[in-house]
T-cell receptor
Framework: QKEVEQNSGPLSVPEGAIASLNCTYSDRVSQSFFWYRQYSGKSPELIMSIYSNGDKEDGRFTAQLNKASQYVSLLIRDSQPSDSATYLCAVIDTGGGNKLTFGTGTQLKVEL | GAGVSQSPRYKVAKRGQDVALRCDPISGHVSLFWYQQALGQGPEFLTYFQNEAQLDKSGLPSDRFFAERPEGSVSTLKIQRTQQEDSAVYLC?????????????FGSGTRLTVV
């Protein structure tokens, strides 16, 4: 069973809309959660980290964490075509020391 | 350097050939990770170094894969007798802190194609 689950998409949203990306994880004791953005042919880029329940906002990005539901999400407000990329959810593997476990990623397409 | 540097950027190997992939982390970064990313998948963990010590190699898929970081800076991932299933992008990442609890910075990757 995959430890981090994401819908592969593609998720299509119009320019200016809110994009909502979701992720569930199986390890109840996970403490650290990350969202990476990966453009086609490029390496992943860290855009958000969240460690406690609730919301964390950074510019147009908001990460939301619900540990009871084992759910983490990323909201992108005022979506732009430049936001079109694959968004990877990652969780620190508490049973495996320091490594990040990634989901397969959700492809986001922001349409003009 | 300013970022994590990986070389070569692209590598084509004939099946059975040995390859060596280099990672030059951000100066002073203690932690170094290697990941493998197949097409359409998320990165999969291979191995982790804290300085020169290889603390976790549980993700290495077979004994054909070997990694080292002898002086606690540059790291090399070596794949012996390459197979077609080894074709992937190999990503190196580094972190200032011990472990990756605060996330880490990836290099541009090496795209390995085994023919």
């Amino acid at each position: 069973q995959k430890e981090v689950e994401q819908n592969s998409g593609p998720l299509s949203v119009p320019e200016g809309a809110i994009a909502s990306l979701n992720c569930t994880y199986s390890d109840r004791v996970s403490q650290s959660f990350f969202w990476y953005r990966q453009y086609s042919g490029k390496s992943p880029e860290l855009i958000m980290s969240i460690y406690s329940n609730g919301d964390k906002e950074d510019g147009r990005f908001t990460a939301q964490l619900n540990k009871a539901s084992q759910y983490v999400s990323l909201l992108i407000r005022d979506s732009q075509p430049s936001d079109s990329a694959t968004y990877l959810c990652a969780v620190i593997d508490t049973g495996g020391g320091n490594k990040l476990t990634f989901g397969t990623g959700t492809q986001l397409k922001v349409e003009l | 350097g300013a970022g994590v540097s990986q070389s070569p950027r692209y590598k084509v190997a004939k099946r059975g050939q040995d390859v060596a992939l280099r990672c030059d982390p951000i100066s002073g970064h203690v932690s170094l990770f290697w990941y493998q990313q197949a097409l359409g998948q998320g990165p999969e963990f291979l191995t982790y170094f804290q300085n020169e010590a290889q603390l976790d190699k549980s993700g290495l898929p077979s004994d054909r894969f070997f990694a080292e970081r002898p002086e606690g800076s540059v790291s090399t991932l070596k794949i012996q007798r390459t197979q077609q299933e080894d074709s992937a992008v190999y990503l190196c990442a580094s972190s200032l802190a011990a472990g990756g609890s605060y996330g880490y910075t990836f290099g541009s990757g090496t795209r390995l194609t085994v023919v």
